[in-house]
Nanobody
């Protein structure tokens, strides 16, 4: 069972930074960060693959966000810089891999954290 616990959300002004953390109980083939704003669908932000440590990002966050993982600490991170008001959302950590699934599709993940709120003021 891969349990996921997020932390690190908060409120900052535009241009600021936050680092989200996600503690996991076991390594999974793929882990990712998603976000969901009120009235919008959950969208993939970034993902990282075990073994290769390759990373992928949504176009909207490329160059500003960085996903990383510390397996010694069983922790996944999302460093968020140059934050914008449109980054405001509930952020979720996810783990799992469904054969043929696209990294940004939530159905490709079978474990989810409870979410951590990120609010960016202009």
């Amino acid at each position: 069972q891969v349990q996921l616990v997020e932390s690190g959300g908060g409120s900052v002004q535009a241009g600021g930074s936050l680092r989200l953390s996600c503690e996991y109980a076991a390594v999974n083939f793929r882990m990712g960060w998603f976000r969901q704003a009120p009235g919008k669908e959950r969208e993939g932000v970034a993902a990282i693959y075990t073994g290769s440590n390759s990373t992928v990002y949504a176009d909207s966050v490329k160059g500003r966000f960085a996903i990383s993982r510390d397996n010694a600490k069983n922790t996944l991170y999302l460093q968020m810089n140059s934050l914008k008001p449109e980054d405001s959302a509930m952020y979720y950590c996810a783990a799992g891999y469904r054969l043929g699934s696209v990294w940004k599709d939530p159905v490709g993940y079978n474990r989810w954290g409870q979410g951590t709120q990120v609010s960016i003021s202009s």
